[in-house]
């Protein structure tokens, strides 16, 4: 059974920044891609950043140049480094991951709340 934990949100002031990470308690082999999702309330869930398997990174552009998302394999963990945070970037983070035969999994999702 694969469970995804993530940790590090929190409140923060506009322009702070948060680490947020990811970790898997069991292994997930055939893995896709790694990555993290936002939901804001009234909005729907969005794409933060996300990494595939052969290292290639995509950043939604509202996050791109402040974000960073990274990964550790053989931890079975990732992370989302953020900074210059703003008021519109408050709302739940989740992590996910895809597996080549189509599997989903979430974590549970962690608060950010940034504060101007």
């Known amino acids: 059974q694969v469970q995804l934990v993530e940790s590090g949100g929190g409140l923060v002031q506009a322009g702070g920044s948060l680490r947020l990470s990811c970790a898997s308690s069991?292994?997930?082999?055939?893995?896709?891609?790694m990555g993290w999702y936002r939901q804001a309330p009234g909005k729907q869930r969005e794409l933060v950043a996300d990494?595939?398997?052969?290292?290639?990174?995509n950043y939604a552009d509202s996050v791109r140049g402040r974000f960073t998302i990274s990964r550790d394999i053989a931890k079975k963990t990732v992370n989302l480094q953020m900074n210059s945070l703003k008021p519109e970037d408050t709302a739940v983070y989740s992590c996910?991951?895809?597996?080549?035969?189509?599997?989903?999994?979430w974590g549970q999702g962690t608060q950010v709340t940034v504060s101007s």
């Open positions: 990494i595939t398997r052969s290292g290639r990174i």
């Open positions: 996910r991951v895809t597996t080549t035969a189509a599997t989903d999994y």
């Open positions: 069991g292994s997930i082999f055939n893995f896709n891609a």
